[in-house]
């Protein structure tokens, strides 16, 4: 009889891919799924899960959140794979080569990033591969200006370097340039065409929000996609379309039964957050999105900014300071109706956008645990998956649970795996799988983050296994573990 390293027994097992949902014990050795039986297997290590679901890890398309502290955080939370793809990094081989030196609990990877390229070729910027890079630059009018021929084309030259170098697609930050003419974004798209990897757009300013815009933002996105044939995948579209979800949705329905290759992603929160300097957020642009200085709140800081001075010291003092932005209220059933629409779209991933935490005070250690009372974050960051299973399945009986689990892991598997083979081992829970397991109790799974308290871990996960590791085990992080790998496409 084969002996495997650990056994998962007596689990409700889901396989999203093959349809599976009945109880099985599953056998993992050497980091991969070996054996899913209806019969009992003999482990090294038997864990009896009765009860409880058996899914394939988690896995985050959208998280700013890359450093340990973040990822222990998303480990509570069920997550197993945190991709930073909206942003990206550049150059990416800089942030492998960070994460890799430094150790990661989770399994980690990057897209290029188009902001930070057009930064070095229009401001001079040396990039390091942090995501600081963009947000010590974010409110720098030189890099948001429409650029020459001659300057796009060394923009897409860096990036298709980058792509070489194993990045995961590209990340375009256009909503924070939004006047940079629409053929610049085709040229981007036109890239990744080639390449056969993904685009992941933050979209620009929807007509409806601005009727000066360039091109609609939602429009620009199917566009690329029909024009060019790329793969485009349309980040948080809830905080980018808020009231006029329905329409942008109709769009991107349409355009799918035409054949091109559009997808979205969702959080269950009614606040964004971004540097406080973005361009969308300057004063005498905020009634677009129906908002005021005081929909508007400092990451750390007590309260929300009392009027539009303190507004522009803000984004005088400190343009890259992590802010609240209070979109919709999550209170208002009429209001959450438009988030839970952009969740429930078909095949809408579920995806964090989690941002880095900030320490309020002392020195910041990302490797302390559990994390002081200074480290704050947005709620997202701790709570998305715990809220969404509480949220969309316990609660409002948007989907069913074995739904919810596909589009936290097979759904954003197969967005990045087109032109990724690791991400084809991910996502599923079945022989050859990568042994990336989420174990939770469906009864009592939920978040537990506030905008008050934004740093709590949620509750109802049990055990989240990243390469046959433990990581959390019986609801407890093990600090010691660091199995993380990186995910890149070559």
């Not at 896995?59 to 794979?81: E, K």
């Not at 980690?108 to 188009?114: D, E, K, L, V």
């Not at 929300?304 to 803000?314: D, I, K, N, T, Y």
């Amino acid at each position: 009889m084969t002996t495997y390293d650990l056994v998962l027994a007596n689990g409700r097992v889901i396989d999203p891919e093959t349809g599976l949902d009945a109880v099985r014990d599953v056998g993992v050795t050497g980091g991969a799924v070996r054996a899913v039986s209806e019969t009992p297997l003999d482990g090294t290590t038997r864990v009896d899960v009765t009860g409880l679901v058996v899914c394939p890890g988690f896995i985050d398309l959208h998280s700013h959140s890359v450093d340990v502290a973040g990822q222990r955080l998303q480990a509570l939370d069920g997550v197993t794979t945190v991709l930073e793809l909206e942003a990206g990094c550049y150059p990416v081989g800089a942030a492998y080569r960070r994460a890799g030196l430094e150790g990661r609990p989770l399994n980690y990877g990057f897209a290029t990033s188009w902001a930070v390229a057009r930064m070095a070729v229009l401001l001079g910027l040396e990039p390091t591969g942090e995501l600081s890079d963009f947000f010590l630059n974010i409110g720098r009018d030189a890099w948001q200006r429409p650029a020459e021929r001659a300057a796009v084309d060394r923009i897409v030259g860096l990036l298709e370097r980058d792509l070489a170098d194993g990045a995961l697609g590209i990340g375009i930050l256009v909503g924070y340039a939004p006047r940079i003419d629409p053929a610049e974004y085709l040229s981007v798209a036109g890239l990744a065409a080639r390449t056969g990897l993904p685009t992941y757009t933050h979209a620009r300013e929807l007509v409806e929000m601005d009727p000066g815009t360039p091109v609609d933002g939602a429009e620009e996105i199917v566009r690329a996609a029909a024009e060019t044939g790329a793969h485009m995948h349309y980040c948080h579209v809830n905080s980018t379309s808020v009231r006029h979800v329905d329409r942008v949705l109709g769009l991107v329905e349409r355009v799918r039964a035409e054949g091109a290759r559009v997808t979205t992603e969702a959080y269950p929160y009614g606040a964004g957050m971004t540097g406080v300097g973005a361009a969308f957020l300057a004063p005498e642009l905020l009634h677009r999105r129906g908002l005021t200085p005081h929909s508007i709140g400092l990451l750390g800081a007590a309260g929300r900014l009392s009027g539009e001075a303190a507004l522009r010291e803000a984004r005088e003092r400190e343009p890259g300071a992590a802010a609240f932005v209070h979109l919709l209220d999550e209170d208002d059933p009429a209001q959450f109706a438009f988030i839970e629409r952009a969740l429930a779209f078909p095949d809408a991933a579920v995806a964090t956008d989690a941002v880095p935490l900030l320490w309020r005070s002392g020195v910041a250690d990302p490797l302390e645990w559990p994390l002081p009372p200074a480290a704050v974050t947005h709620p997202r960051t701790a709570g998305t998956y715990g809220r969404a299973l509480r949220m969309l399945v316990r609660e409002q009986g948007v989907l069913s649970l074995p739904e919810v689990v596909r589009r936290c892991t097979l759904v954003p598997a197969d967005v990045v795996g087109a032109g990724v083979p690791a991400m084809r081992r991910k996502g599923r829970l079945q022989p050859g799988a990568d042994a990336d397991i989420t174990v939770f109790d469906p009864a009592a799974v939920t978040d537990r983050a506030t905008y008050d308290d934004t740093a709590r871990p949620s509750a109802g996960f049990t055990h989240v296994i990243v390469g046959g590791e433990f990581v959390v085990r019986d609801a407890h992080l093990r600090t010691d573990a660091f199995p993380g790998r990186p995910v890149r496409a070559n």
